[in-house]
């Protein structure tokens, strides 16, 4: 459905270690083209930082990466050996210190850190280093991490070896991208709930979030950071630390072939797409209905209706066109536009719905809002009946690994049941995927699931409170001094 | 396949008339609105006239509807009873001095003229208004038929006796809207090569390139203005003037259906997407093949792609990933960025094509360009066979009537067999619509084609030799004074 | 005072001709410099067109020169060997349509036109252009001039006779800078209201309302354009035309010297500079006053004030600081913050005022608005006694001549005496220039003067009525058709 | 002179504190204006912070005032009853995460700083916290005042307390402004370096570096900070911590008066225009000469020409006109303009100075290059003789307490005489004031000078390296990890 009815994730990360010398690559326009095809993975701001031989320059703001980086911003980055880059998602309350990579000068030069995930125990850290003295600019959990790598390197002999003693302390879900003056280092937590995958370029190597960060610049895929592994690269090439390797059972999140990743991306060895296919193969077997046509709702539900279509035999159909021309800017209608009857955003093709039983299918339902909508816009266009199928589980539960989803009170799937939330968003009948398809929906996919938004069972201890809300809302505790 | 290889046409029109007092319409509004669903139809430039009881106050400029008008732009332009809006193409030379509706004073108040198409006799007619003294402030037909009207005007009772008039020496393409102080007026040649319907919206009426303008404002569809109509509002309500009607063959571009207008259009009686359906169907009927999927060139080859493989039963697969946060800014990678291995805008699902038989659908092959770059990604995503199929005829003949192809040079079917340019393109094989078939794809379409791009046979009397670059480019001509 | 009390004057002209082939000068580049010079005169709008070889390119905009004139707009500008430009003052209701320099195609080829004064027939001229059918754009009477120069270009056998022939219909004040695609012209009415001077460059040739603007780019000043004179510039070099010379009496507004030229010019042979110190000595002559202290209001009375302080002996002092990073985007403070106390964009130096008798200089009051909120400023700094002086004499009658005083209603002079305003404005005694004075006060000016505003004795028949508010507000009369 | 010929100090602070619920001021315009008024101390970057009830909204950027802070700006900036802001001036290297005042979250809630100055001991303070574990975001000294506040305070009984501690371990330059979630704090160093003042406004209070910011808002001068004094002022009102007052000799940088404050206002007791027209006065008295007028380098040397003037009886006169239009996106003229014959930002007024025997005075000479170049203007402009005399007195010896000048290389008075110096930027005769003059130029005034960049006695220890370039140039050193 509508982008304001999906779960949202924090990160999109990118880094590229070109041997100096040797291979002529402009890092930062790799990185600015990765960071391109990483954007679906955030909105809100996005920054790069160029390593020129141990000097760091970057630029980060609020904005899509081609609003922010223009020609003369991409200029003034100039040209490196090492790079990384960085796009997030946020809310309202976001701000510009919020943007990453994080970049700092410590006792053993400059540090760059980018981050996907959090840190479930970064509320108590943060305490702890406080009463040691630290300050903080900004509320995200990337810059207690960055405090606690800074920390190990007082005593650690290398920049990788405080990462590892960092990963002793740090609970939670984190993909990491991080850069020393001379090293580019890649680590993923050791249950592995974030992507984080490895390609080479001529001489040199990158790291991304997802392969197809790998595609735009024409990278070729090596393999996936495993969970709990540390990759280095510097002069010497590209090794590995497995300290953190095994310790943990791994919990990749689903929603990752659910939604969050791009369908040409192939995450831990399977494809996106081909997933999704198979999740509307399986709502197919389990929520079987007569009808006339099977059309996905933009641009999300499009390979779970395909998959559903070829399972259940009903004809396939494009029901909806997206306006392809919305941009920042553009002035929402208000609600004496009469809501209901205009069709700005969305529009459905008549002659493909109109008279006819039509499957909707889409990959999840989050607060319904927007999906009533969509399936309204069905109604005024003559659907004759409308079955919804989810290509996901009833979304139930808050999520701590790196979404936006903190509270369970604008679940729609929270304190109602199937026949309700059906009555809710306007269907004739409603169909979610069983918890047991989406164990079996990724075909050759080498991890084990983090599925804790459906059932609750959560492989980490969980937040005691957030501690964002702290600084930013509670006035009456804000007065200490 | 992607936007530079395609065709162009020169525009989207709108009008919106609300009886004074009865009905609470934001014109304003209601014209942004309409012109973002028309965007697809010209992206060079937008322009809004807002009619307050006989004051008309403009805004016009290069770009987008939302970059153009933001909401300051919007408190500007205020309130009235009457607005008319234009989205236009254009070339690189193209300045705002032509972006439309243009807005003159003349003898008898205001007026506002907005125009969809191409006066053959441009050329003659402004040479024949500067002989008498007239200035021009733009290249663009515009100025010359407001020119016409005005001229008219001087002995005719009425604004719309005038147009009536200005029809009589005007040969070519043209849908009009115009404003006067007070009445919102649109025609449509005789011939009817650009399309114009009519809209109910509350009291009052609306004018528009397309049907989808109407549903993106909750209007509803009346009817369509006929071939040489002339439409009146005003606070008499609607009325016709058929004078011009049946004086000519009806010659509606077969393009509209083929590329220009979106799917969810309904154009003179018939549904663009169910068009686009049938144009697929009828392919797969001439050009069979032995193949494993068909995926369609997004987003233009979508539509007939998917009536291909319902015809051929060759499964409908998604082949392809469009990045869709391409934004005007966005930095070109260099030809040193090796753009053969690139994927930036565009990149193919693997799982979708690798070592099958590919069937690529899409609706016309221009100068086959972008064409061959979109094969070359599947070719190296692993298809084994690329079957290409065209939803059209070669096109072979340059268009008068308001589309950017003025010259046969550029275009790839222009001197070459179809064996050929399956070999410049790099496909197995390659098959296009037959001119037959492309006379009946469009059912229950009321009105003749014009198909002069495919068979050369014009409808009109063709320009003897293009006026715009007498101004532009002839620096020896230029010295005249 | 504050630049909202002061009258303003509609324009700033530049033009410059290189032989070609002879002198390396970027023209687009030398305007720019030569219209930031001229700034002053206008800030509502600018506009630069260059001419290569017979091919214009313009760009116009609202906003100032360093605004608008952007390194990718000059790109864009390219290069030329002719090119002119304008700066425009305008009101609120000023738009984009009226920004100069004015650019149509004609029978003959390009024409730009940049003008500087008001047409005192121009609603006449343009009814009767409107009944022979034209079309205006704008409501500026640059385009009936343009017009008229096009009719004439029809028999005439030069572009300058055409020229000399709308200047035989054409009344009021105009000075001229006009491009054909092979030549610059200038030209200047036969009463001389407005300034035009032309200097050398190299082998060039440049022309422009103020010699402060040859200062800018390294030209020197020739001479002044004589007042019906016309200046042909081409690659025979430069000629004149003096028809039209010697037809009226000269009436060079006498403003120019008291406010609208920058110090730094010379116009029509005597110092702006010398001039203004002229007047101050002759105000300290005809109005002695005991006092402690003379300060100029900045900037505008400087220059007056030292003249005084000279004939005086009274002691010349710096009595205010103006912000000078005061910027387009500035938030005015609301009525709330108690405006009578607030010191944002002036501020007095209370070491120079306090306690003192002070004679404040200003060249003229128009309104009387800011000149009170000055003067509270001063008392509120402690001065004990305020005498003011004024270079000018009192501002009575509308000027018809291309300065934005339509009417006597809101000038402060009109039906009050000498001792009323003294109170309104808060001084304890007043003090104006006698018009004997302001004959006399500018040494060795070649011409005679225009001093309408002082003493209603108009050089010109004078306008029946206002045409420019027929288009924009008269709704009643709008509805025509 | 032009102003990239001048030293330039480092910042402007304000801050302004409205007992709760009794009085209606919009803190965060007033911060507004009060830094549009303290603009001339800093135009690399602005920003502020607004405390609504201890929850913190800050803004900052690089940029002017009101280029930075917009309407929609202030809006997000909201309400509250304490804020603070800071302008700052840098050179090019200069980023967006210098910008001030800095904000952090420490372990007693939200903490921001502002500064003005330069802490001596800043590169052993940074090493010291760098080996515990401290990461920084800055190069700014402001985040090492920052650290050791929050150190002192996880100790210390009060905010106030901490800042007292801190000012224990820092040496050298700081006026600072600090707002905890419920307290304004002033304080400037022992030796009173930078100048810091009191107002009130209704109930409340206001912190700022020069008196003009409070006759911008309207608000009455209180008294100065005393040097080492803290202010801190909360919901009981204004008190004093006096404990590091008195325990070094008072020196207040003399340049406050040369050039940094503004002519209006008042610094520990002396009025700046004041003490400029003594400084001229002086001049006149030491290097008298034979001549016909006395003309100031605009704008810094108006004063102190005046002063020369009504001392040697010679006539004041104004030399020049700057154009007051520049803006930051100004395109320079190149060197092929001809830099020596053209006169774009400064024009001199020829019949001022034609044939005349010029005494030109200006404030200081740095590097000597705009200097030589506005002489040439004088030359070409007429001038028999120029004279020119100097209201400080040689500049030799690098500043490090907050002034942009850390190598004696640039200083053209440094390895050379004044003789030479003359040659060298084309003058006839050339005069600086003598150090026994500058003691005691300004009348009245409560402090002890800093005189070291005169005769090279700094009043503490100096820095042994600057610790700045560590971290942005040297790339041998960068490579720690």
């Known amino acids: 459905m509508m982008e304001n009815d999906k779960i949202h994730e924090a990160c999109g990360l990118f880094g590229i270690y070109m041997p100096e010398g040797k291979y002529e690559v402009d890092v930062a326009s790799a990185t600015y083209y990765a960071l391109y095809a990483l954007q679906h993975r955030g909105q809100a701001s996005c920054g790069i930082v160029v390593n020129d031989d141990g000097v ?19 200029r003034k980055l100039g040209k490196g050996n090492i790079a990384m ?10 701000t510009r210190a919020e943007a990453q990579p994080l970049v700092a000068n410590h006792v053993k030069g400059g540090l760059s850190v980018a981050h996907n995930g959090a840190i479930t125990n970064a509320s108590e850290l943060r305490e702890k280093l406080e009463m040691e003295g630290a300050i903080f600019h900004s509320t995200s959990d990337t810059e207690v991490i960055m405090y606690e790598i800074t920390r190990c390197r007082l005593t650690a002999p290398s920049i990788e070896m405080a ?3 960092a990963m002793e302390v740090l609970d939670g879900a984190y993909s990491l991208v991080i850069m020393s003056p001379s090293k580019l280092i890649g680590a993923r937590d050791p249950h592995g709930f974030r992507p984080l995958c490895i390609g080479t370029l001529g001489d040199g190597f990158v790291l991304a979030s997802e392969s197809c960060a790998l595609d735009s610049i024409g990278a ?7 969970p709990g592994e540390i990759i280095v690269i510097d002069q010497d090439g590209l090794r590995s630390i497995t300290t953190h390797c095994g310790q943990k059972p791994s919990s990749l999140c689903v929603f990752e072939y659910v939604y969050f990743a791009r369908p040409d991306s192939v995450i831990d060895g399977s494809s996106v797409h081909e997933a999704r296919l198979r999740a509307g193969a399986y709502l197919a077997l389990e929520h079987p209905v007569q009808a006339d046509v099977v059309i996905g709702a933009p641009d999300s539900g499009l390979d779970a209706a395909l998959g559903y279509a070829r399972q259940s035999g009903i004809p396939y159909g494009i029901g909806f066109i997206k306006n392809k021309y919305i941009g920042r800017t553009f002035i929402q209608p208000t609600q004496t536009d009469r809501e209901n009857k205009v069709r700005i955003k969305l529009n459905a093709i008549s002659s493909t719905v109109k008279d006819k039983r039509v499957v909707l ?5 989050v607060r319904g809002t927007t999906c009533a909508h969509t399936i309204r816009i069905l109604r005024e266009a003559g659907a004759k009946e409308v079955h919804m199928r989810v290509a996901s589980a009833p979304y139930l539960y808050p999520c701590y690994y790196g979404t936006d989803v903190n509270s369970p009170d604008k679940l ?5 049941t199937v026949e309700e939330i059906a009555e809710m968003i306007g269907v004739d009948t409603l169909g979610y995927l069983s918890p047991e398809s989406i164990q079996r929906f990724v075909p050759g996919c080498k991890r084990g699931f983090c599925t804790a938004c459906f059932d609750g069972k959560y492989p980490t201890s969980v937040p005691v409170c957030k501690e964002k809300s702290r600084y930013l809302t509670k ?6 001094s």
Do not use: C, Q
């Open 163 to 165: 990462v590892s003693g």
């Open 220 to 226: 070729t895929f090596l393999r996936d950071v495993e």
């Open 85 to 94: 880059g960085h796009v997030l998602y946020g809310s309202g309350a976001f």
């Open 475 to 480: 006035k009456s505790e804000a007065k200490k």
């Open 361 to 365: 299918v889409d990959d999840s339902i």
């Open 56 to 74: 760091m320059t970057a630029h980060k703001d609020l904005g899509l990466v081609n609003d922010v980086f223009t020609e003369s911003v991409m």
């Open 412 to 416: 729609i799937a929270h304190g109602h």
